[in-house]
């Protein structure tokens, strides 16, 4: 495969780094009608990320913070009062996110809901002629995710993936750099998310909804079943009905900018995926432990998940300070090339190495992703975008390739993962460092044996899975009626 130009990387570098100066009224497929109307956007799911929406947007010129939208009517509540502090100009507040988008005076809506919702919610604001803030990853699994790419393309809406790493000037100048051939050509691109998770604790039963939330809302298009974890809200990442682990949590972050390095425009032709939740036992079934192995024909993407800490000693303490790191990241991406690797350690810093351990090269600085947003919508060129929906339904696809490989796996102890790992390209060291990790934790992996996936075999071009009848049907869901995304869009 020939470098990826500079020109790639950069072409949007700017739009990236603009500021939004004049405010404007979309409507459905053309640009606004007046520049002195502001652009009004409804922000929905304000727990966590919904809440620096709010403020990255009222802090955005010619930008209108008009309405809230969440089913916990108390977090609801909240949000208004903490919007109104910061500037908004008393927002309208709506728990049914359906009535929101019978509204002719909302132009964008900005998505920071739980997973399970995110694609239903985008395609239905496409064909409501909104424009689309979503957050990562974009969808729950990759049926859905190609979704709402049509769903965009049809109704020609800006729909933007909140993966704001793209909007990172240091980051598209070091990936350019890299593609450029300054240290040979890539190896392997190497994401990684070591992040402390603590067990989320276990119940006894089902626990009590509280009454401020529409329990069947917030549901959606996952089953309804009785809530069996403490707490309802942020722990659904770490049970497959709603989450995708941390590995679609955080994980996509750097899953993202590792196949953004590899220029790889589709899904792999193969992929495997190794991993547990160990070290105790509670109500999540994600893996908190976990490598992904994507055969780019390239060169491969390799992904680890590290939930626990560095060692036993450590789980004594603050986890958060007893992480393991690589090459000097622990929540970031290693770029290994022939004549020495780039490490990507945060979303505004990189740098480059030789291979005796030499800098060569580092970049920093970032820039708003949200005005990268608000500035394509007045443009309604979707190219303008740093983030596009394609870009975010292919690496959420690969997040979601890995878990579906694990969904399918049989427990295998360390001499299976290690005949494994022994075959991959470039990275013949996984199974010791995985298996290493475990045990400094105080896990045997003879006992506590890890789930081994099958390699899938992929076609990208139609993006399903070969000859595996029940990973196929993990592509997509069983959706509750009526939270269903539709076929046709």
């Given at each position: 495969?020939s470098?990826?130009?500079?020109?790639v990387?950069?072409?949007?570098?700017?739009?990236?780094?603009a500021?939004?100066?004049?405010?404007?009224?979309?409507?459905?497929?053309t640009?606004?009608?007046?520049?002195?109307?502001?652009?009004?956007?409804?922000?929905?799911?304000?727990?966590?990320?919904?809440?620096?929406?709010?403020?990255?947007?009222?802090?955005?010129?010619?930008?209108?913070?008009?309405?809230?939208?969440?089913?916990?009517s108390?977090?609801?509540?909240?949000?208004k009062?903490k919007?109104?502090?910061?500037g908004?100009?008393?927002?309208?507040?709506?728990?049914?996110?359906r009535?929101?988008?019978?509204?002719d005076?909302i132009?964008?809506v900005?998505?920071?809901?739980?997973?399970?919702?995110?694609?239903?919610?985008?395609?239905?604001?496409?064909?409501a002629?909104?424009?689309?803030?979503?957050?990562k990853p974009?969808?729950?699994?990759?049926?859905?995710?190609?979704?709402?790419?049509?769903?965009?393309?049809?109704?020609?809406?800006?729909?933007?993936?909140?993966?704001?790493?793209r909007?990172?000037?240091?980051?598209?100048?070091?990936?350019?750099?890299?593609n450029?051939?300054h240290?040979?050509?890539?190896?392997l691109?190497?994401?990684?998310?070591?992040?402390?998770?603590e067990?989320?604790?276990?119940v006894?039963?089902?626990?009590?909804i509280?009454p401020?939330?529409?329990?069947?809302?917030?549901?959606?298009?996952?089953?309804k079943?009785?809530?069996?974890?403490e707490?309802?809200?942020?722990?659904w990442?770490?049970?497959?009905?709603?989450?995708?682990?941390?590995?679609?949590?955080?994980?996509?972050?750097?899953?993202?900018?590792?196949?953004?390095?590899?220029?790889?425009?589709?899904?792999?032709?193969?992929?495997?995926?190794?991993?547990?939740?160990?070290?105790?036992?509670?109500?999540?079934?994600?893996?908190?432990?976990?490598?992904?192995?994507?055969d780019y024909?390239?060169?491969?993407?390799?992904?680890?998940?590290?939930?626990?800490?560095?060692?036993?000693?450590?789980?004594?303490?603050?986890?958060?300070?007893?992480?393991?790191?690589?090459?000097?990241?622990?929540?970031?991406?290693?770029?290994?090339?022939?004549?020495?690797?780039?490490?990507?350690?945060?979303?505004?810093?990189?740098t480059?190495?030789?291979?005796?351990?030499?800098?060569?090269?580092?970049?920093?600085?970032?820039?708003?992703?949200?005005?990268n947003?608000?500035d394509?919508?007045?443009?309604?060129?979707?190219?303008?975008?740093?983030?596009?929906i394609?870009?975010g339904?292919?690496?959420?696809?690969?997040c979601?390739?890995?878990?579906?490989?694990?969904?399918?796996?049989?427990?295998?102890?360390?001499?299976?993962?290690s005949?494994?790992?022994?075959k991959?390209?470039?990275?013949?060291?996984?199974?010791?460092?995985?298996?290493?990790?475990l045990?400094?934790?105080?896990?045997?992996?003879?006992?506590?044996?890890?789930?081994?996936?099958?390699?899938?075999?992929?076609d990208?071009?139609?993006?399903?899975?070969?000859?595996?009848?029940?990973?196929?049907?993990?592509?997509?869901r069983e959706?509750?009626?009526?939270?269903?995304?539709?076929?046709?869009?």
């Open positions: 495969m470098a990826i130009t500079r020109r990387f950069l072409g949007s570098a700017a739009a990236a780094a500021t939004t100066t004049l405010g404007c009224r979309a409507s459905a497929g640009a606004a009608a007046s520049p002195n109307e502001a652009l009004r956007v409804a922000v929905v799911g304000l727990r966590g990320r919904g809440r620096d929406h709010i403020n990255q947007f009222i802090d955005l010129p010619g930008v209108e913070v008009a309405a809230l939208c969440d089913v916990d108390n977090v609801l509540e909240a949000a009062a919007a109104i502090e910061a908004a100009a008393d927002p309208l507040t709506i728990v049914d996110y009535e929101l988008l019978e509204r005076d132009d964008a900005s998505i920071a809901t739980p997973n399970h919702w995110h694609a239903l919610q985008a395609v239905w604001a496409c064909q002629g909104k424009d689309v803030y979503l957050e974009v969808s729950h699994n990759v049926w859905e995710g190609r979704q709402i790419v049509h769903a965009a393309a049809k109704y020609d809406r800006i729909v933007q993936t909140g993966t704001q790493i909007s990172s000037p240091s980051i598209q100048e070091a990936l350019a750099w890299v450029e051939g240290i040979g050509e890539i190896q691109a190497r994401g990684l998310c070591y992040k402390p998770r067990s989320i604790g276990r006894e039963g089902a626990q009590k509280d401020a939330v529409d329990y069947d809302l917030w549901c959606g298009p996952a089953p079943k009785a809530l069996m974890r707490r309802l809200h942020y722990d990442h770490w049970v497959f009905d709603t989450g995708n682990g941390d590995l679609g949590n955080q994980g996509i972050h750097q899953m993202d900018i590792a196949r953004w390095a590899l220029g790889e425009p589709a899904l792999p032709p193969r992929t495997i995926s190794v991993g547990g939740r160990f070290g105790y036992v509670d109500d999540g079934n994600t893996p908190n432990t976990q490598f992904v192995y994507h024909d390239r060169a491969p993407l390799l992904f680890e998940v590290r939930g626990l800490p560095h060692d036993t000693k450590a789980q004594a303490g603050k986890w958060r300070d007893g992480m393991d790191d690589y090459l000097g990241a622990s929540i970031g991406v290693i770029v290994h090339c022939e004549g020495g690797y780039v490490q990507i350690p945060s979303y505004t810093q990189a480059a190495y030789d291979k005796k351990g030499k800098k060569l090269e580092s970049w920093k600085g970032g820039a708003n992703h949200y005005a947003f608000v394509a919508v007045r443009s309604r060129r979707s190219e303008d975008l740093t983030a596009s394609e870009d339904h292919l690496s959420s696809a690969l979601h390739l890995g878990n579906i490989s694990y969904l399918r796996g049989e427990a295998g102890g360390p001499a299976k993962v005949k494994i790992a022994s991959l390209r470039h990275a013949g060291d996984t199974a010791d460092r995985f298996l290493d990790h045990s400094k934790n105080g896990v045997d992996p003879e006992v506590e044996q890890p789930i081994v996936g099958p390699w899938l075999t992929i990208p071009d139609t993006e399903t899975i070969e000859d595996d009848v029940e990973a196929s049907r993990l592509l997509t959706y509750r009626e009526p939270f269903v995304v539709p076929r046709t869009v």
